[in-house]
């Protein structure tokens, strides 16, 4: 009896010691029970991924065929950032979330292709802004040169990739609202926003003020290539791209355009920065794309919803992201169609602002108020486009809809009315009320 107990938990061992080892499944199938976190692209064809519980995945051939393995990385921490440097080397950047505040971020390295991680930094334990808790506070992230710059609270940490010379600031003032974006034109020039707010520091975080005069980027600063940019106009009829010499101290003229007076401005990658503006001659918001290595716009046709998303990723001369349900989305166009990477279906992609569900009716609404909804627990979806949802409800564009967001409440849509939502077999109706919002 005593022989086999023996044997048993040497079994047992033996079977709990294999199972943390890596192994692979290869599997072209049961797409929709991968749900992804975070994903990275070395290039066209290898990518890296995460999921919960510690997992990650890796693919030589755009997830026709992947691996999945498990991590040493702590089943209680998010996994917020995911960067691989090579096949080998790479980086991520958890949150470890309390239920009394004081969340925890922590950077780790790999050198064997994400099998195993160690931890090299611990981020301090950031001050929440005056009316908001810390849990509510997004991490944000910028890549530049052979650094990466992290925002959170009123922390600012950033060190090379290696894990090496990691160095710590704090923004020195009180915020009245979470952080909404965070910018790194170069090693010394940040820009942090909470609000309507926006602050800039041209010495690493030492000092901070609301405008720049050395340089003078104004408000839609970028930082492509290894240089800084600003859009100028000197008329207010032709906006310029101009760049900015630092050995000069002088700003020149890369690129112009005519009644281009941006409203919005989106850094997509190291090449190109995506920017709306309303275009009078025709009266609508239009998006272009500057190309800085040739030097060139880009017009789009339709509006582009880089502005609604967080995070993205550079796969060759195209963009990846994670819609709101995990699945791996993939734009050519610079954000106006996206298609699933096993699919070769284009759709828009709606990226829901506001979400909320009552039984089994289910609604979302995107930042260019495009309009999805489902009958059936969110299984399958429904898309209805702008135009169409703002012709029905015979208002004039550009209108911002809003969405009432207490889950299993009645549901109601907002604009300069408001009108109930009334579930139907598999649609609804809307039937206005007497309330207004403002």
């Known amino acids: 009896m005593v022989l086999r107990l023996h044997l048993l938990f040497c079994l047992t061992l033996c079977n709990l010691y294999s199972r943390a080892d890596w192994i692979p499944k290869c599997s072209s199938s049961g797409w929709n029970s991968l749900i992804f976190k975070n994903i990275f692209y070395l290039n066209d064809h290898e990518g890296f991924a995460n999921g919960g519980l510690g997992f990650m995945y890796h693919t030589e051939n755009n997830w026709t065929n992947y691996e999945q393995f498990a991590t040493n990385i702590p089943a209680q921490e998010h996994v917020e950032y995911l960067e691989m440097t090579s096949s080998t080397k790479g980086v991520i950047v958890t949150r470890r979330v309390y239920a009394l505040g004081n969340d925890s971020s922590f950077i780790y390295l790999t050198e064997n292709g994400g099998y195993h991680w160690q931890k090299v930094f611990t981020l301090p334990i950031p001050k929440p802004s005056i009316r908001w808790e810390i849990g509510v506070e997004d991490l944000f992230f910028q890549r530049k040169g052979n650094q990466l710059f992290i925002l959170f609270g009123d922390i600012i940490c950033y060190g090379k990739m290696n894990g090496k010379q990691w160095n710590i600031v704090k923004y020195p003032y009180s915020r009245d609202m979470y952080n909404t974006s965070f910018g790194i034109l170069n090693d010394s020039i940040w820009s942090i926003q909470f609000g309507a707010d926006k602050f800039y520091t041209n010495n690493k975080g030492k000092t901070w003020r609301v405008y720049l005069t050395d340089p003078a980027i104004g408000q839609f600063g970028s930082g492509l290539g290894n240089s800084i940019q600003r859009i100028y106009t000197h008329d207010f009829s032709t906006y310029s791209i101009e760049e900015y010499s630092s050995k000069d101290k002088t700003w020149s003229v890369l690129n112009s355009k005519f009644a281009m007076d941006p409203n919005g401005v989106v850094q997509l990658s190291n090449n190109y920065l995506l920017i709306a503006y309303y275009y009078w001659p025709v009266s609508k918001i239009v998006h272009s794309v500057y190309d800085r290595n ?25 963009f990846v992201t994670l819609s709101w349900d995990g699945r791996i989305m993939e734009t050519k166009d610079f954000g106006q169609t996206w298609q699933a990477v096993i699919s070769n279906k284009p759709s828009k992609m709606v990226h829901p602002v506001f979400l909320s569900f009552n039984k089994n009716m289910g609604v979302a609404i995107s930042g260019y108020d495009d309009f999805l909804f489902s009958t059936n627990s969110g299984e399958k979806w429904r898309h209805i486009d702008s135009k169409s949802i703002t012709s029905q409800l015979n208002l004039t564009p550009p209108a911002f809809l809003s969405l009432s967001h207490d889950n299993d409440a009645e549901l109601y849509l907002m604009a300069d009315k408001v009108w109930k939502i009334m579930p139907e077999k598999d649609s609804f109706n809307l039937v206005e009320t007497g309330f207004t919002f403002k």
């Open 294 to 318: 040739n030097n060139r716009w880009i017009d789009l046709d339709t509006l582009s919803n880089f502005f609604d998303l967080k995070k993205w990723t550079v796969k060759g001369n195209d």
